[in-house]
Nanobody, 119 residues
């Protein structure tokens, strides 16, 4: 079993930045971030290979969001820059999957942290 705990969400104005963190109870291979707006399906945001050498981003966040992993701390990060109102969602950390932005591939999920971007 893997427990995941996200933090770092909050409210920010458009153009601002936030950094999300996700602490894992143990080392995992690939990890990722997903987001969900109430009433809509969860969508993949970014995934990263265990050594951080390969990352995959959704087209909507490419160039603005950056995923990284600190294996010494078992912590996953998502640096979010140039935030837009459409980035508003609950953000979830996930582990146990691959590099594809595919929810079904991931076994373990955190509780989520809310990000709200105002215009």
């Amino acid at each position: 079993q893997v427990q995941l705990a996200e933090s770092g969400g909050g409210s920010v104005q458009a153009g601002g930045s936030l950094r999300l963190s996700c602490v894992s109870s143990r080392y995992t291979i690939s990890m990722g971030w997903f987001r969900q707006v109430q009433g809509k399906e969860r969508e993949g945001v970014a995934t990263v290979k265990s050594d951080g050498s390969i990352a995959n981003y959704a087209h909507s966040v490419k160039g603005r969001f950056f995923i990284s992993k600190d294996n010494l701390k078992n912590t996953l990060y998502l640096q979010m820059n140039s935030l837009k109102p459409e980035d508003t969602a609950m953000y979830y950390c996930a582990a146990g999957g691959g590099l594809a932005l595919r929810e079904a591939d991931f076994t373990y999920w955190g509780q989520g942290t809310q990000v709200t971007v105002s215009s």
